[in-house]
């Protein structure tokens, strides 16, 4: 897949890029992580302009998160109903817990963990967290991970495939981690006795 996407880079330049990380952000399975430190090595190399590249990378990657953030928002106007019929009050307090806590997964999501961008944005959307700090947290959280990995794809040039599998195989591990602290936090905050005033 990725030498595919490296090939239609060579072609048509940053804008393989930006379409890739759009779709990547939007819900499709793609490389982006990888794709961006390829990217990085090339733009070493001089095969690609490095200013433009990060330009239109960046500008595909917030319209795909956009367009997942969008995608809840809109399937939350549809399942809102039924579950006001079924009066189903976890999913108020799941709104209210991510409209507390959202920015920080948000931009973690969009730089560390980033396996869990795209179910993160379809949560901020779904549960009416508010479209302008979404927006503000998810670009600072893209601004980072461009840095980072194109930092780091350009510091190592042709080393990038070795630099991705070590990568991978940490995020794999954190996304683990989170998971498990977040079952954490709810267990904990569900055996917690309620204090009556």
Sequence with gaps: ???????????????????????????LPLPSGVLL???????????????????????????????????????SERLEGYLRQRRATPWGKAQEQFNRHGGLAIWLTRVVLTSLDVPTSLIAGGSGYPFRRFLAYGLAGRVTWLALYGGLGYAFGCQWPLLS????????????GALVAGGIYVLHSRSRPTVLR
């Design 37 to 75: 430190l390829a990217t990085a090595a090339l733009a070493r190399q001089g095969l690609l302009d490095g200013p433009v590249t990060i330009a239109v990378g960046l500008a595909g990657v917030v319209l795909g998160d956009v367009a997942s953030y969008a995608m809840g928002r809109l399937a």
């Design 165 to 176: 599998q070590a990568i991978s195989r940490c995020s794999g591990w954190l996304a683990l």
């Design 1 to 27: 897949m990725i030498e595919l996407l490296l090939e239609r880079m060579a072609v048509y330049g940053p804008l393989a890029l930006g379409l890739a990380l759009l779709l990547g952000a939007a819900g």
